[in-house]
């Protein structure tokens, strides 16, 4: 029985192992996320995505949420729509319900990205609610519930914007983190702006500032500029401030761009130009494309066609580059691609090996358990072949005798009729008869001899505290040693349904009262095993 246990605990480890074994790589995909999904550090995480070695395909779904994670911090867009769609396809197949609600709001966010704010997004984003709400991740939460206020917003949709936008309201909350709730604020003002609540939506503006004006660092700028937004077509004078405000904080390009688009408004030409200059120094590539499309139109419209001239070259020599990175990254993400189903079928092939060493396993498990039962029916016949010998060959031996008697009768009697004729053939007959009845006799006392001392040889040992499990073919010769020896004992008539085993354990610990360490010296057993059968044996003779 030991061995199956033994078998039953490498099928355990095993699977254990193939299952929970992260790769060094997946280990380091987290340290990223980290970064990247907790802390928003987006420019560390995007140049350690760029060093990561891709080895299983959860290490590649999980990079593709990360990556996608990174191009929307950075751009504010996603560029690969396959790549988040294989870890939409990988995750819908495991128990990973955060990294599946991740999946599905990036794709959302592919959308958005392209001002797509149809059903596809707003259906994306549902799946990732109901998902991510089964996990608990408020973070998670408060991003999809900021997306849905978003696109019911733009959507007309404005009663379940603001239901959204409470609930994303509550989770900032919960995280008590303040970039968030005043980003809710924002969207809150801004919804409410879009139905003419206006002192509703100034209010909300103010909760914004006042929040913005606590939070600390370059954060601050951050919402100076989305509150110079909010005042650009209305209130432009209070819209110039909150941008400087934000400059104060950050040197961001969004900011720049913004008052460059208030100058021009303005027909301020030269100061327009000089904050499209600044804007151009470190902005992302829409950003960037943009003001250079506004310079260009800006510069025509004043005539001033070396600047025109100029933004138009920078700007095609932009779309260029764009379109060749483009190109770059599809190139890339062909020969991932082709990675991808390398691994694949890497991951079917080791999945194979697996189950097929789980099967090698459960069928050595299942032949140790069938030579087991084998070993057990041969030992249980052979009980019973032994609890039958003693009267089987007891009543041979006696007919034997009473032949071989009455044989030796005959003779005594032929002794008396020697005048007899027939006396020679008749006494010789007998005398024949004889010797073959004692031969029988013979082999069956040393049949019963044999029995006899393989016994008495195993209850030797076991007065010497040795182990007898070696013998345990042979236990029913020591029973039956036992009885021939000691046939005044009777310490199994006590129990019932007693096996040769129990006999066994009841010849050491009850008529030789060994103590349990030596019981378990004895049969090899373990202390638990030990009160186990004393147990069971206990129950036979309540029994």
């Given at each position: 029985?030991k061995?199956?246990?033994?078998?039953?605990?490498?099928?355990?480890?095993?699977?254990?192992?193939?299952?929970?074994?992260?790769?060094?790589?997946?280990k380091?995909l987290?340290?990223i996320?980290?970064?990247?999904?907790?802390?928003?550090?987006?420019?560390?995480a995007?140049?350690?995505?760029?060093?990561?070695?891709?080895?299983?395909?959860?290490?590649?779904?999980?990079?593709?949420?990360?990556m996608s994670?990174?191009?929307?911090?950075?751009?504010?867009k996603?560029?690969?729509?396959d790549?988040?769609?294989?870890?939409i396809?990988?995750?819908s197949?495991?128990?990973?319900?955060l990294?599946?609600a991740?999946?599905?709001?990036?794709?959302?966010?592919?959308?958005?990205?392209?001002?797509?704010?149809?059903e596809?997004?707003?259906?994306?984003?549902?799946?990732a609610?109901?998902?991510?709400?089964?996990?608990?991740?408020?973070?998670?939460?408060?991003r999809?519930?900021?997306?849905?206020?978003i696109?019911?917003?733009?959507k007309?949709?404005?009663?379940?914007?603001?239901?959204?936008?409470?609930?994303?309201?509550?989770?900032?909350?919960?995280?008590?983190?303040?970039?968030?709730?005043?980003?809710?604020?924002?969207?809150?003002?801004?919804?409410?702006?879009a139905?003419?609540y206006?002192?509703?939506?100034?209010y909300?503006?103010?909760?914004?500032?006042?929040l913005?004006?606590?939070i600390?660092?370059?954060?601050k700028?951050?919402?100076?500029n989305?509150?110079?937004?909010?005042f650009?077509?209305?209130?432009?004078?209070?819209?110039?401030?909150?941008f400087?405000?934000?400059?104060?904080?950050?040197?961001?390009?969004?900011?720049?761009?913004?008052?460059?688009?208030?100058?021009?408004?303005?027909?301020?030409?030269?100061?327009?130009?000089?904050?499209?200059d600044?804007?151009?120094?470190?902005?992302r590539?829409?950003?960037?494309n943009e003001?250079?499309?506004?310079m260009?139109e800006?510069?025509?419209e004043?005539?001033n066609?070396?600047?025109?001239k100029q933004?138009?070259?920078e700007?095609?020599?932009?779309?260029?580059?764009e379109?060749?990175?483009?190109?770059?990254?599809?190139?890339?993400?062909?020969?991932?691609?082709y990675?991808?189903?390398?691994?694949?079928?890497?991951?079917?092939?080791?999945?194979?090996?697996?189950?097929?060493?789980?099967?090698l396993?459960?069928g050595?498990?299942?032949l140790?358990?069938?030579?087991?039962k084998?070993?057990?029916?041969?030992?249980?016949?052979?009980?019973?072949?032994?609890?039958?010998?003693n009267?089987l060959?007891?009543?041979?031996?006696?007919d034997?005798?009473?032949?071989?008697?009455?044989?030796?009768?005959h003779?005594?009697?032929?002794?008396?009729?020697?005048?007899?004729?027939?006396?020679?053939?008749?006494?010789?007959?007998?005398?024949e008869?004889?010797?073959?009845?004692?031969?029988?006799?013979?082999?069956l006392?040393?049949?019963?001899?044999g029995?006899?001392?393989?016994g008495?040889?195993?209850?030797q040992?076991?007065?010497?505290?040795?182990?007898?499990?070696?013998?345990?073919?042979?236990?029913?010769?020591?029973?039956?040693?036992?009885?021939?020896?000691?046939?005044e004992?009777?310490?199994?008539?006590?129990y019932?349904?007693?096996?040769i085993?129990?006999?066994?354990?009841?010849?050491?610990?009850?008529?030789?009262?060994?103590?349990?360490?030596?019981?378990?010296?004895?049969l090899a057993?373990?202390?638990?095993?030990?009160r186990?059968?004393?147990?069971k044996?206990?129950?036979?003779?309540?029994?």
């Amino acid at each position: 029985m030991k061995k199956i246990n033994i078998s039953l605990l490498i099928i355990a480890v095993f699977i254990a192992t193939a299952c929970n074994n992260k790769s060094q790589t997946h280990k380091h995909l987290e340290q990223i996320d980290s970064l990247l999904l907790g802390n928003n550090l987006v420019d560390t995480a995007v140049v350690m995505l760029r060093n990561v070695e891709l080895k299983t395909q959860e290490d590649t779904a999980y990079y593709n949420i990360l990556m996608s994670a990174a191009e929307y911090g950075q751009e504010w867009k996603i560029k690969n729509l396959d790549a988040i769609n294989y870890s939409i396809d990988f995750y819908s197949k495991k128990a990973d319900k955060l990294k599946l609600a991740n999946a599905y709001y990036y794709k959302a966010l592919y959308f958005i990205g392209l001002q797509k704010y149809d059903e596809n997004a707003a259906v994306l984003l549902k799946k990732a609610e109901q998902l991510a709400e089964n996990t608990g991740n408020v973070r998670l939460l408060n991003r999809i519930y900021s997306a849905l206020t978003i696109v019911n917003g733009t959507k007309g949709e404005y009663s379940e914007a603001l239901k959204y936008s409470d609930k994303e309201c509550a989770t900032a909350k919960r995280l008590r983190d303040n970039y968030c709730l005043a980003y809710a604020f924002m969207a809150r003002s801004t919804t409410y702006k879009a139905i003419h609540y206006n002192d509703s939506s100034e209010y909300y503006i103010m909760q914004c500032k006042s929040l913005a004006d606590n939070i600390e660092g370059e954060d601050k700028a951050f919402f100076y500029n989305y509150l110079g937004e909010c005042f650009m077509q209305d209130n432009p004078a209070a819209a110039k401030k909150y941008f400087n405000d934000a400059l104060k904080y950050l040197k961001l390009s969004d900011t720049y761009a913004n008052l460059a688009k208030i100058y021009y408004a303005e027909n301020q030409y030269e100061t327009a130009e000089g904050y499209c200059d600044s804007a151009l120094i470190d902005a992302r590539i829409a950003v960037r494309n943009e003001t250079l499309a506004l310079m260009a139109e800006k510069s025509y419209e004043y005539n001033n066609i070396s600047k025109y001239k100029q933004a138009t070259d920078e700007l095609v020599k932009n779309l260029k580059l764009e379109i060749q990175s483009n190109e770059q990254n599809r190139i890339l993400e062909l020969q991932r691609k082709y990675d991808f189903e390398k691994q694949r079928a890497e991951y079917k092939r080791k999945q194979w090996l697996l189950y097929s060493a789980i099967g090698l396993l459960v069928g050595l498990c299942a032949l140790v358990l069938i030579l087991y039962k084998l070993r057990l029916q041969k030992i249980r016949n052979r009980e019973l072949e032994l609890e039958n010998a003693n009267s089987l060959l007891y009543s041979e031996i006696t007919d034997l005798s009473n032949k071989i008697a009455t044989c030796k009768s005959h003779i005594e009697n032929l002794q008396l009729l020697t005048n007899s004729d027939n006396t020679t053939g008749t006494y010789s007959s007998n005398n024949e008869k004889i010797n073959q009845l004692n031969t029988r006799l013979n082999i069956l006392n040393n049949k019963q001899l044999g029995y006899y001392e393989k016994g008495a040889k195993i209850f030797q040992l076991i007065e010497l505290n040795l182990p007898i499990t070696k013998y345990n073919n042979d236990w029913a010769d020591c029973v039956y040693y036992f009885n021939t020896k000691y046939p005044e004992q009777t310490i199994f008539e006590e129990y019932t349904g007693l096996t040769i085993s129990d006999k066994i354990f009841i010849i050491i610990a009850v008529f030789l009262k060994k103590n349990d360490e030596d019981i378990e010296r004895i049969l090899a057993i373990s202390p638990v095993t030990v009160r186990s059968r004393r147990s069971k044996i206990k129950k036979k003779k309540e029994g």
